[in-house]
């Protein structure tokens, strides 16, 4: 029903920077978060940030003054400005989207398959 697709992962040197982009398409009636999440291998998926369709923002403290969340709500695209990128910032990035589907009255989580970052000079 609701299809994710993340782009823009790549290689960057330490304190570079690189740009994500998510967009939700199919059958949506409506999106109330969209975000990011990042998992390393063998740690647990871990926020990164997300924001509402109203602009509220929660952000991680290992990332914040250096990632910026925003959003295309025509669009249905959420965005990821990663400045400043440190070795741990490595991972596979997952868009996340809190919507509702075409004929449900429920909003449902939804994962991107994940695009992935890797810092390293």
């Known amino acids: 029903q609701v299809q994710l697709v993340e782009s823009g992962g790549g290689l960057v040197q330490p304190g570079g920077s690189l740009r994500l982009s998510c967009v939700a398409s199919g059958s949506i009636l409506s999106i109330n978060v969209m975000g990011w999440f990042r998992q390393a291998p063998g740690k647990q998926r871990e926020l990164v940030a997300t924001m509402t369709t109203g602009g509220r923002t929660n952000v991680a403290e290992s990332v914040k003054g250096r990632f910026t969340i925003s959003r295309d709500n025509a669009k249905n695209t959420v965005y990821l400005q990663m400045n400043s990128l440190e070795p741990e910032d490595t991972a596979v990035y997952y868009c996340?989207?809190?919507?509702?589907?075409?004929?449900?009255?429920?909003?449902?989580?939804?994962w991107g398959q994940g695009t992935q970052v890797t810092v390293s000079s």
């Open positions: 996340y989207v809190i919507a509702v589907p075409t004929a449900s009255s429920t909003y449902r989580n939804y």
